[in-house]
T-cell receptor, first 115, second 116 residues
């Protein structure tokens, strides 16, 4: 158990809809990362937050947005969903950017299916 | 830009055979970290090992061993006496130590199948 909690574990929705994925980081971790894992693109970094502020952006679509709240949990919002957004979305956390060696602790993922 | 290449898409071996998973990386930084993660069929990502760029000592942990060679930019992973439970997708990853920005860059993964 990594200590990172993601909900929901599975989600099925239709094209054009909007969903929110939630992540609670390990206790004490200030950084939260979101990754997308799809069959064709592999594991892709989407975005990182550190203590409530956006820290780094990867290949995140404009239809997607994220935020980190004062209690450090994070939400990833996916809107105007397309079939290609079907993927496993991972949240990961780490202790902080200054001491960060890149070791991340991953949640179990949220599997999104867009029909 | 950093890049991780795992040329082996899928490897299938019979139980008890040794197997090596290859990982080649590219980075312009002199300080970086390399990782291996395991993703079993259940889907979660399990951390296996982290090495920093200044430590080229090979590491052994039980049946697992890692060979880090800066001269060839490789960080290969060997499983000795493989077992069916080792069946999973294995990812090599790279982090450039720039305050944690950008997270990890993953390879495409190697699907390891251990047949009984």
């Amino acid at each position: 158990d990594s200590g990172v909690t993601q909900t929901p574990k599975h989600l099925i929705t239709a094209t054009g809809q909007r969903v929110t994925l939630r992540c609670s980081p390990r206790s004490g971790d200030l950084s939260v990362y979101w990754y997308q894992q799809s069959l064709d693109q592999g594991l892709q970094f989407l975005i990182q937050y550190y203590n409530g502020e956006e820290r780094a952006k990867g290949n995140i679509l404009e239809r997607f947005s994220a935020q980190q709240f004062p209690d450090l949990h994070s939400e990833l919002n996916l809107s105007s969903l397309e079939l290609g957004d079907s993927a496993l979305y991972f949240c990961a956390s780490s202790g902080g950017p200054e001491a960060n060696t890149g070791e991340l602790f991953f949640g179990e993922g949220s599997r999104l299916t867009v029909l | 830009a950093q890049k991780v290449t795992q040329a082996q898409t899928e490897i299938s071996v019979v139980e008890k055979e040794d197997v090596t998973l290859d990982c080649v990386y590219e980075t312009r930084d002199t300080t970086y970290y390399l990782f291996w993660y395991k993703q079993p069929p259940s889907g979660e990502l399990v951390f296996l090992i982290r090495r920093n760029s200044f430590d080229e000592q090979n590491e052994i942990s039980g049946r697992y061993s890692w060979n880090f060679q800066k001269s060839t930019s490789s960080f290969n992973f060997t499983i000795t006496a493989s077992q069916v439970v080792d069946s999973a997708v294995y990812f090599c990853a790279l982090s450039e130590a720039r305050g944690g920005a950008d997270g990890l860059t993953f390879g495409k993964g190697t699907h390891l199948i251990i047949q009984p």
